[in-house]
């Protein structure tokens, strides 16, 4: 009733009323070859990645999903703001969407930017169930462009995720190409000695893991926008145009690092918030991020998107072009980083003058070991860093050799770079802390926060309208992109209120990052990993918000049941 005098007003009056639209999606199975061998996979109308979905700011969303799949499905709405029983979490949001049903998910759409939707049911997101969305602002954006190109990048596996899964947990390095074996480390302990060996790996924060882990799936097939290097996705432009690059990370598991040789990349947006622009050479995208750059190509050429994997085992690649069918050079891949200290090789630094250096400088990680037996050679960008007066990442460890370096010599975009273009909350200190220590067990492939997988923990119980500091402290080998639902994460960069927000923050190893969260959103919410078998081996916590408009009372008992079977970790127990 008050709605409709509420419409007749604006009629009367003259008011546009909100746009309104609805949506019908239709999940349903796929075969798909782009590595050279059909392999089923999930599909949203028929394609992966998922159709763009554009929508308007505050838009009153109508969104049909309809399941013809034979086994249940979801879709999650990654990033945004909207109500927890609309947020896609089977057993968490809703009871999920059964084969032959169809789901109506209501909600505004949320705050201009660049989002992704995926699968949250069992491990479908790592077969193809991914798409992009675009929410256009209803008003101006802070920056100009002249047309836009969607990126998604993916992993495709030609073992079925299940079949991945099971894999890593007989043999957590089954698909680690480029691991440091058992055997090496014993070779290690031989040349070093056994305890600057062990000492070396207890540095990195006692985790009982196999040495080395830059990433723990490789071997996949990478894709921009659905396509393999060789088939190389294009995206078109006028010389002078300026082109803005909305790049999603859709994977599930891989961490690419982006450059477009000959061209400078303004990093204009991070996870669908406007930053001050940043100009940058090359940046790095984890999982389930998403960045948005703008570049200005000049030249009647082809340029080349190079997004090549953090563990240097593949690319995914496409171009930019004024016309189809034209490409630029391909890059080599570069070597892969080492992320121990023990193995280092060394002969590349001979005629350097060691004792010129500050060994002190290169941080807290050495203090236990044995300088004597370092190679020098992998710490080579540190130094040079120090000596050219560069300043170092402070989010990433000391002396690691993780922190990466622009192909060309430049700027490689740095989490400390990022400031609101406008903050959404104001400024005040947070009422509590939390401290999250991001746990492993790499030879059971066992993930968990503070010693626990999700089975295994009580939920997170937040007041609605308190502000919780989440301390992440990672004590594993390998960077977590850790996403919590529904409520965004104020990434402690220390530029107080200029501070970013993210809906994924990524940890690397051996370090603690804070992040701010404004408790607004009642309900239920997922908090986890977004690399997808991390978050299926159990890192991942259930966030309930307690208080605030919609009291979490209204939680249908039923789907506290539901979790207990329907949540990521009961994938690991099932197949145990
Ligand atoms: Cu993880």
Not at 99 to 126: I, M
Not at 299 to 305: G, L
Not at 379 to 391: C, I, N, Q
Request: charged share 25%; net charge negative.
């Amino acid at each position: 009733m008050k709605l409709r005098i509420l419409t007749t007003l604006c009629l009367l009056l003259g008011i546009t009323p909100a746009v309104a639209g609805t949506y019908d999606l239709e999940v349903g199975p796929i075969s798909l070859d782009v590595s050279g061998q059909s392999v089923d996979g999930f599909a949203i109308n028929g394609q992966v990645p998922a159709p763009l979905l554009r929508f308007k700011e505050g838009e009153d969303l109508t969104i049909n999903v309809t399941n013809t799949l034979k086994v249940d499905t979801s879709i999650h709405w990654h990033g945004f703001v909207l109500p927890f029983d609309q947020d896609g979490v089977p057993g968490m949001s809703f009871p999920g969407i059964k084969p032959g049903e169809t789901f109506t998910y209501r909600f505004k759409a949320p705050k201009a930017g660049t989002y992704w939707y995926h699968s949250h049911s069992g491990l479908q997101e790592g077969a193809g169930m991914y798409g992009p969305i675009i929410i256009e602002p209803e008003g101006r954006e802070p920056f100009r462009y002249d047309r836009d190109h969607v990126v998604v990048l993916s992993d495709w596996h030609e073992d079925s995720p299940m079949q991945v899964f099971r894999n890593l947990k007989r043999s957590p390095d089954y698909y680690n190409g480029i691991q440091r074996t058992v055997g090496e480390f014993f070779r290690d302990a031989e040349q070093d000695g056994l305890d600057a060996t062990i000492s070396d790996r207890l540095d990195w924060g006692e985790m009982r893991m196999m040495p080395s882990d830059i990433s723990d799936v490789q071997g996949y097939t990478y894709l921009m926008n659905g396509q393999n290097a060789d088939q190389n996705w294009t995206g078109l432009f006028a010389p002078g145009e300026r082109i803005r690059l909305r790049f999603i990370n859709a994977s599930a598991m891989t961490f690419f690092d982006v450059r477009i040789p000959g061209l400078k990349m303004t990093v204009v947006q991070a996870d669908a918030n406007n930053v001050r622009p940043v100009p940058v050479d090359e940046f790095r995208i984890a999982v389930a991020e998403t960045y948005d750059v703008i570049v200005r190509p000049r030249e009647d050429k082809a340029f080349t998107i190079f997004a090549e994997t953090m563990a240097r085992d593949g690319f995914a690649r496409g171009t930019l072009a004024p016309r189809e069918g034209m490409s630029g050079e391909v890059p080599d891949l570069r070597d892969p980083p080492r992320l121990t200290m023990a193995d280092m090789d060394h002969g590349s630094m001979e005629g350097m003058d060691h004792s010129k250096m500050d060994h002190a400088a290169m941080g807290h990680g050495m203090g236990s070991m044995d300088h004597s037996k370092m190679d020098h050679a992998a710490m080579g960008h540190d130094m040079g860093a120090m000596m050219s007066g560069e300043d170092d990442d402070p989010f990433y460890a000391p002396g690691s050799g993780l922190e990466p370096d622009a192909a060309n010599g430049g700027k490689f975009l740095s989490l400390a770079d990022l400031r609101a273009q406008e903050p959404l909350y104001d400024e005040r200190p947070y009422d509590r802390e939390i401290r999250l220590r991001l746990t492993g067990n790499m030879e059971r492939y066992m993930w968990s926060i503070n010693g626990k997988k999700l089975s295994e923990a009580e939920p997170l119980r937040l007041q609605y309208g308190e502000r919780v500091r989440f301390t992440f402290i990672n004590e594993t080998m390998m960077a977590h992109p850790m996403h919590l639902h529904g409520m965004w994460k104020i990434v402690d960069v220390g530029a107080g209120k200029w501070n970013p927000l993210k809906h994924v923050l990524t940890v690397p190893p051996n370090v603690t990052i804070s992040a701010d969260v404004e408790v607004d959103a009642p309900g239920q919410w997922a908090f986890h990993c977004h690399l997808m078998y991390h978050m299926a081996a159990g890192m991942f916590r259930k966030v309930i918000v307690e208080g605030g408009p919609e009291d979490t009372a209204m939680i249908d008992p039923e789907l506290e049941k539901l979790w207990g079977m329907a949540n990521a970790d009961a994938v690991s127990g099932a197949h145990h």
